[in-house]
């Protein structure tokens, strides 16, 4: 996962939202393909997380060298090394890599993501940062992978707290 800070005054047109395809460049991953999870504002910054889409071997799903895509002008973030970009659609991508987004189960799942796991979980108990307008209740099925291997979660009981 990845924790972008984007100066909200300089880039106000960037209308990034919950599910946007980002691409993310820096020494370690190039051109990798990731999801946006979560956004705040807060003090004229923009947070956003993303978190990567990985192909069916785990690895993340990588966008070849030589291909030039298209970004939407207005959704651009930074264009350099160390950069992260709005996707302006899935046809920029080549097909191999379109294919690998589509399969993602992330992406598959996107609409129904909830949050992630957190810190505390075990086999009995699952703990979790609750994320974006889904609304959960008691009684409800999760579903997390453990190891590769969906886990099924029922909501039972639950314990509520906020972020400092």
């Known amino acids: 996962m990845y924790h972008v800070e984007i100066d ?3 880039h106000k047109k960037s209308n990034v939202g919950l599910g946007d395809l980002i691409t993310i460049e820096n020494e370690k991953l190039s051109k990798s393909i990731g ?3 979560n956004k705040k504002q807060l003090l004229n910054k923009l947070w956003l997380e993303i978190y990567l889409l990985t192909d069916e071997d785990s690895k993340p799903i990588k966008i070849p060298q030589t291909h030039r895509l298209v970004y939407d002008g ?4 930074l264009k350099s090394l160390n950069s992260v970009s709005k996707l302006k659609s899935l046809d920029s991508l080549p097909s191999n890599v379109k294919d690998n ?3 993602s ?3 598959v799942n996107r609409d129904n993501f909830i949050g992630y796991i957190d810190k505390g979980s075990n086999i ?3 703990a979790f940062q609750h994320l974006g307008d889904n609304e959960i209740n008691e009684g409800e099925i999760v579903v997390s992978s453990i ?3 969906d886990t099924i979660y029922q909501l039972l009981d639950g314990l509520t707290s906020e972020e400092l």
Not at 74 to 77: A, H, K, P, T, V
């Open 105 to 107: 189960k992330l992406y």
């Open 74 to 77: 207005l959704n651009s973030i």
């Open 101 to 103: 987004v589509l399969k």
């Open 124 to 126: 009995n108990k699952i």
């Open 147 to 149: 190891y590769g291997n």
């Open 35 to 37: 999801i946006v999870i």
């Open 8 to 10: 909200y005054l300089r």
